[in-house]
């Protein structure tokens, strides 16, 4: 039973599972290139990039504890079936300014 009492159909909470899993591949990736900035942006002139990218980090890993718990509830299988599942791309190993940094994180 949910919040407003009414059942939930097993189709329904197969769909919500897929939508957590996805947002939590995609929290994954994005708390790993938020980390990745951090470390590119620590010289001088750049602090303000520093903490932003910090602040955003720790947020995204506050909305990972958060999936993960509700996931969880629904019996999550783990995330062998999160791989490629995020609606982003991680960055290519390569030298990017912090604009193609942030602009690579768009929704694919």
Known sequence: ???????????SLSQIEADLSR?????????????????????PGTREFYRCFQQNRKNVEEGIASLSRRLSLLNHLGEERSD?????????????SLREMIESQTVV
């Not at 039973?1 to 189709?11: E, I, Y």
């Not at 490629?84 to 990017?96: I, T, V």
């Open 1 to 11: 039973m949910n919040a407003v009492a009414k059942p939930v159909q097993p189709a």
């Open 23 to 43: 947002h939590l591949a995609s929290f994954y990736l994005l708390s790993s290139q938020y980390q990745k900035h951090e470390w590119l942006s620590e010289k």
């Open 84 to 96: 490629n599942a995020a609606y982003f791309f991680e960055e290519k190993e390569s030298r990017l």
